[in-house]
């Protein structure tokens, strides 16, 4: 799929292991009480809100650990004040990465990531380094089984979005950053089941990585990258062909 980090692919191979870590849900409750801090509590007029609960239901996360997260980012009942924070910096190769985080220690929390970077064979660069290479959009999956892809492209494109691509078994769904959820509302008021919903940073140009020794030290960093308590989300603009992807991940 063009523009799409091959990150993602590496992702859903450790899934079930990020799962038993107790990363998903620790990651749904950091996006909830931030969005409902910065939004409000009541899901009909706050989409990014909506969206993050219901992701985090189609995760199986309790309704009662979503309502806690909620009251907390609401200030009803007492949480840490989480802050949002972007990292910036190259991996091995040269490859750009960009790290989202949720934190209530921002010093805690930039000296992990600079370390890791350090131990990984990567630089952590300053803001603005590496997001230019990069653009900000909404990605929609959406499941192949019982949807017609004509009547997606139409719903979605009606809808205001820019691009519909396939990744294995998915259909997705690229929309500008403020069409997110406009998109993704007409896509679910068709009757098609939307698997995913979010913000993504989209690369604007991929690079090779073909060495497989050096392929193995990219996918290292962006692992240790997810697996600090306080990342949200990576995303690199690496291109691992999927034979060797397959063979690291394996």
């Given at each position: 799929?063009?523009?799409?980090?091959?990150w993602?692919k590496?992702?859903?191979?450790?899934?079930?292991?990020?799962?038993?870590r107790?990363k998903?849900f620790?990651?749904?409750?950091?996006?909830?009480?931030?969005?409902?801090?910065?939004?409000?509590?009541?899901?009909?007029?706050?989409?990014?809100?909506?969206?993050?609960?219901?992701?985090?239901?189609?995760?199986?996360?309790?309704?009662?650990t979503?309502?806690?997260?909620i009251?907390?980012?609401?200030?009803?009942?007492?949480?840490g004040?989480?802050?949002?924070?972007?990292y910036?910096?190259?991996?091995?190769?040269?490859v750009?990465?960009?790290v989202?985080?949720?934190t209530?220690?921002k010093n805690?929390?930039?000296?992990?990531i600079r370390?890791?970077?350090a131990?990984?064979?990567?630089?952590?660069?300053?803001?603005g380094?590496?997001?230019?290479m990069f653009?900000?959009?909404?990605?929609?999956?959406?499941?192949?089984?019982?949807v017609d892809?004509?009547?997606?492209?139409?719903?979605?494109?009606?809808?205001?979005a820019?691009?519909?691509?396939?990744?294995?078994d998915?259909?997705?769904?690229t929309?500008?950053?403020?069409?997110l959820?406009?998109?993704?509302?007409?896509?679910?008021?068709?009757?098609?089941?939307?698997?995913s919903q979010?913000?993504?940073?989209?690369?604007?140009?991929?690079?090779?990585?073909?060495?497989?020794?050096?392929?193995?030290?990219?996918?290292?960093?962006?692992?240790?990258?997810?697996?600090?308590?306080d990342v949200?989300?990576?995303?690199?603009?690496f291109?691992?062909?999927?034979?060797?992807?397959t063979?690291?991940s394996?």
């Open positions: 799929m063009a523009g799409h980090s091959k993602s590496v992702k859903r191979f450790k899934g079930a292991l990020d799962a038993k107790g998903i620790s990651r749904f409750s950091k996006e909830i009480m931030v969005a409902a801090r910065m939004g409000g509590g009541d899901l009909s007029l706050n989409p990014r809100l909506r969206t993050a609960v219901l992701a985090a239901r189609a995760q199986n996360m309790p309704n009662d979503i309502d806690r997260a009251k907390k980012g609401t200030g009803e009942i007492e949480g004040i989480l802050e949002e924070l972007i910036e910096g190259y991996g091995p190769g040269g750009a990465i960009i989202e985080a949720t209530d220690n805690r929390t930039a000296a992990d370390s890791i970077f131990k990984n064979h990567g630089n952590l660069g300053a803001s380094s590496v997001s230019y653009r900000r959009k909404g990605q929609i999956t959406v499941g192949k089984t019982r892809e004509d009547r997606l492209v139409e719903v979605a494109l009606e809808a205001g820019e691009d519909l691509t396939t990744d294995e998915l259909y997705v769904v929309t500008p950053h403020d069409r959820y406009q998109v993704g509302e007409a896509v679910k008021q068709a009757g098609m089941q939307v698997e979010k913000l993504t940073f989209l690369p604007n140009t991929m690079i090779a990585v073909a060495r497989e020794e050096l392929a193995s030290q990219v996918l290292r960093l962006c692992d240790a990258l997810e697996d600090n308590d949200q989300n990576v995303y690199s603009n291109d691992i062909s999927d034979e060797l992807l063979k690291l394996s």
